[in-house]
């Protein structure tokens, strides 16, 4: 399984743009990048999914660079409600990707 | 309706004791996992069960046993509880493959004394 490794916090003031790295430089070329939310006291939330270059939904963006061994999630205007843990998995479609969830990135949106 | 529910949210017990968590999801899913969450946030798998069989053990002691009744439950029951198995756990269910997500429980949170 491919290993990810992300910033264990930051700090970010409401209404900014936040970009949340994750390096996961032994992806295969199987592997799918996923990114989850979780809230205190709830368990984690799907955001967004992505193979390659980029991908935007209702909430977020995720940028893959062609070498795939980075992505960097865009939450764009934080709110305070979006302070967060932010977990990077990678996995294949055979349901690989639910497994190694790591410790995350705590981001904490300040007034 | 909750999708994922795990019962019961708060657990405080004695060590030596032993105690279960439920969970049930009504997705119709086929695939559940339980996790378990220590202190620092980290989160980490420690079995899956795909139609009510097991199919992922992340080497997790044999105080620890999950039981499926059927692919809307996955039960976990814990031996002999000991200071260290205090953390949150989380149910969760998914489809078997492909990239679909994970759904999550609101987890229970288990202390041992």
């Known amino acids: 399984l491919a290993k990810t490794t992300q910033p264990i916090s930051m700090d970010s003031y409401e209404g900014q743009e936040v970009n949340i790295t994750c390096s996961h430089n032994?992806?295969?070329?199987?592997?799918?990048i996923t990114w989850y939310q979780q809230f205190p006291s709830q368990g984690p939330r799907f955001i967004i999914q992505?193979?390659?270059t980029k991908v935007t939904n209702e909430v977020a963006s995720l940028f893959i660079p062609a070498d795939r061994k980075s992505s960097t999630l865009s939450l764009p205007r934080v709110s305070l409600s979006d302070t967060a843990v932010y977990y990077c998995l990678v996995g294949d479609i055979y349901g690989n990707n639910r497994l190694a969830f790591g410790k995350g990135n705590q981001v904490v949106v300040i007034p | 309706d909750t999708a994922v529910s795990q019962t019961p949210k708060y657990l405080v017990t004695q060590m030596g004791n032993d105690k279960s968590i439920k969970c049930e999801q009504n997705?119709?899913?086929?695939?559940m996992y339980w996790y378990k969450q220590d202190s620092k946030k980290f989160l980490k798998i420690m079995f899956s069960?795909?139609?009510?069989?097991?199919?992922i053990n992340e080497t997790v002691p044999n105080r620890f046993s999950p039981k499926s009744p059927d692919k809307a439950h996955l039960n976990l029951h814990i031996n002999s509880l000991e200071l260290g198995d205090s953390a949150v756990y989380f149910c969760?269910?998914?489809?078997?493959?492909?990239?679909?997500?994970?759904?999550f429980g609101e987890g229970s949170r288990l202390t041992v004394l």
């Open positions: 032994n992806i295969a070329t199987n592997d799918y």
């Open positions: 992505g193979y390659k």
């Open positions: 969760a269910s998914s489809t078997p493959t492909g990239i679909g997500e994970l759904f």
């Open positions: 069960y795909n139609n009510k069989e097991l199919i």
């Open positions: 997705l119709g899913h086929d695939t």
